[in-house]
């Protein structure tokens, strides 16, 4: 019987939180039974570094290891991840296989729509959606498939809501400052704002809210509620095993 393992990849955080975060996921996938040890590590800011987590993954008696990119867009860090483990493989007769990162998926649409509704449903707002304004706040990348990875969730959210638009914490535009300016124009009764981040680091606790905050208040817009970042959500859990059978089952 071919023993198997998974190792998760993640940028890195020195928040607690992130780590917390990932060792629930991991818990939560090994428990399914499918995998002999499930890891994480970190491609850059705190250790485990993905030479520790692959020589953890080496000590466990695998025949195979499944390694996941937990990004949310297929930009450079995903790529440097990718060209980190695949450096290893030489060395060892353990056969490695790598999924595509969490993006352009239904299941990031499914986990960002509860975050609105849950938003909505503690704010007390009780509006039809086609009367409620949506802004995503993501990251920001140099790569122009972050851009398509979230307009892909725009996209679908844009039909069911009265605006849906998008903004970028650094790097590319609209900045959150002009993201806020944009939904202002449209006058919204209510504007939900997502945190499109996977964990609960720095970004979410300090440098959005940095920039959000004074933006909000130096607008006109009468009610907005903001939402909880993506965690540790069983729909990422079957997202990262969907990730792992396509690259398993095409052996």
């Known amino acids: 019987m071919t023993r198997r393992g998974m190792l998760i990849i993640d940028r890195g955080s020195r928040e607690r939180e992130a780590s917390e975060e990932l060792e629930n996921i991991c818990e939560m996938i090994q428990a399914g039974g499918r ?20 020589a953890a993954c080496l000590k466990d008696g695998l025949d195979t290891l499944t390694i996941v990119p937990y990004f949310l867009y297929p930009g450079k860090k995903t790529k440097n991840a990718v060209t980190d483990v695949m ?38 707002v009780d509006l039809p959606r086609e009367k409620v304004d949506v802004m995503i706040v993501g990251h920001g990348s140099v790569d122009p498939n972050a851009k398509r990875s979230l307009d892909y969730v725009v996209n679908a959210l844009a039909p069911s809501y009265r605006n849906v638009s998008r903004c970028w914490l650094e790097i590319e535009q609209p900045d959150i400052a ?16 997502v945190f499109y981040f996977l964990h609960e680091g720095a970004h979410v606790k300090l440098d959005v809210n940095a ?3 004074p933006a909000l208040e130096r607008s006109s817009i009468r009610r907005a509620l903001l939402t909880k970042h993506i965690g540790a959500d069983d729909r990422m859990v079957n997202l990262v095993l969907e990730r792992a059978k396509e690259v398993e089952d095409a052996d």
């Open 35 to 54: 995998y002999a040890s499930v890891r994480f590590c970190f491609l850059e800011v705190v250790p485990p570094y993905i030479d520790d987590g692959i």
């Open 87 to 124: 450096r290893m493989q030489a060395d060892t007769d353990v056969k490695f296989r790598v999924t595509k990162q969490m993006s352009m998926h239904p299941a990031m649409v499914e986990i960002v729509e509860s975050r609105i509704t849950a938003a909505l449903e503690e704010g007390g």
């Open 178 to 193: 002009a993201g806020v300016a944009t939904c202002e124009r449209d006058d919204p009764e209510v504007l939900v704002i």
């Open 211 to 213: 920039d959000l905050k």
